[in-house]
């Protein structure tokens, strides 16, 4: 199993509607979580930071943290064309301070 | 504050040849983070600096690849000899340290030829 897990997509939302990303991820010793966003031809801008488990809200965001079965997710309520782009999730070891990005899900807004 | 500076933007070098990258990071991150991204792919980190020291360069391929932090601010990355397959967009990085978000710079597009 990859360290850090995401569908490829492209993943379609009208928009409007809730877009659901997920990531899973192989390793229990890790307590920093991050989302990115990356527009093609651009560089990865962060989105939400998440620590502990449960959820953390920031405007239309949310990161929900689920340690114990491994996996974070990201909501995008009322989803906008603008929220096209590749989204990273990214996580840092314990072990070794060592930061791990998986592929990135492709997000398509249906207008 | 300003964001991470890189340079060039756009390099299109042939294969064989040398090519450097220059990587100024937000003022006061002592962590720096070198990445290579391949179209379609996520970043794949090559080295990270704490201050001027190296925390991880399990990925660089040191046969063709170095990369120093002098005075632990700014950085450079160098490839010699170029390979096609180095052909990538090239993301430097900075945090204030490794648990915290990390904010990237606009990155060096490289075309081997």
């Known amino acids: 199993q990859k360290e850090v897990e995401q569908n490829s997509g492209p993943l379609s939302v009208p928009e409007g509607a809730i877009a659901s990303l997920n990531c899973t991820y192989s390793?229990?010793?890790?307590?920093?979580f991050f989302w990115y966003r990356q527009y093609s031809g651009k560089s990865p801008e962060l989105i939400m930071s998440i620590y502990s488990n449960g959820d953390k809200e920031d405007g239309r965001f949310t990161a929900q943290l689920n340690k114990a079965s491994q996996y974070v997710s990201l909501l995008i309520r009322d989803s906008q064309p603008s929220d096209s782009a590749t989204y990273l999730c990214a996580l840092v070891l314990n072990r070794d301070d060592k930061i791990i990005f998986g592929k990135g899900t492709r997000l398509h807004i249906l207008p | 504050e300003a964001g991470v500076a890189q340079s060039p933007r756009y390099k299109i070098i042939e294969k064989r040849q040398s090519v450097a990258f220059w990587c100024n990071p937000i003022s006061g991150h002592a962590t720096l983070y070198w990445y290579q991204q391949i179209l379609g792919q996520g970043p794949k980190l090559l080295i990270q600096?704490?201050?001027?020291?190296?925390?991880?360069d399990s990925q660089l391929p040191k046969d063709r690849f170095s990369a120093e932090r002098l005075k632990g601010v700014d950085s450079t990355l160098k490839i010699q000899p170029a390979k096609l397959e180095d052909s990538a967009v090239y993301l430097c990085a900075s945090s204030s340290d490794s648990f915290q978000p990390q904010h990237f710079g606009d990155g060096t597009r490289l075309s081997i030829l």
């Open positions: 600096f704490q201050n001027n020291g190296v925390v991880d």
């Open positions: 390793d229990r010793v890790s307590q920093s």
